[in-house]
Nanobody, 125 residues
C-alpha cells in the first residue's frame, strides 16, 4: 500500500528554519504531484505548497511565498519543504499528500488520496 512518512518537524524560534521531508513508498513516486498541507489547533487544514511530478512547477499559498520552498528528489522518492524565516503563525501539524494528478497543482485536500501521519512544527516567540 501507499505510505507517506514525514520527518523533520520540531521546535524552532522565530526567524529560524526547518526542513521537512516526506518519504513515499508503494507507488511510482515520479509519476505524481505532491503537496504539503498544515493544520493549526482550532483551524481548518490549509494547503501550503505543491509540486508537479517533474518538479518543474511549484505553487505556494500567499502566506509562505518567499519563505518556503518545496522540492523533490525522484531518485529518493522524497519531497521536501524548506521553511525559512518562520513565524509563530506557522505553528501547525504539517502533512504531505499525493493523489492522481501530475502537472496541474491541486490546492484542495479532496484531490489528494494519500496522506502522511503529520509532523509537528512549533515556532516560539
Amino acid at each position: 500500500q501507499v505510505q507517506l512518512v514525514e520527518s523533520g518537524g520540531g521546535l524552532v524560534q522565530v526567524g529560524g528554519s526547518l526542513r521537512l521531508s516526506c518519504a513515499v513508498s508503494g507507488r511510482t513516486f515520479s509519476n505524481y504531484g505532491m503537496g504539503w498541507f498544515r493544520q493549526a489547533p482550532g483551524k481548518e487544514r490549509e494547503f501550503v505548497a505543491g509540486i508537479s511530478w517533474s518538479g518543474g512547477s511549484t505553487y505556494y499559498v500567499d502566506s509562505v511565498k518567499g519563505r518556503f520552498t518545496i522540492s523533490r528528489d525522484n531518485a529518493k522518492n522524497t519531497v521536501y519543504l524548506q521553511m525559512n524565516s518562520l513565524k509563530p503563525e506557522d505553528t501547525a501539524v504539517y502533512y504531505c499528500a499525493t493523489g492522481s494528478w501530475r502537472n496541474s497543482i491541486q490546492t484542495t485536500g479532496g484531490q489528494y488520496s494519500y496522506w502522511g501521519q503529520g509532523t509537528q512544527v512549533t515556532v516560539s516567540s
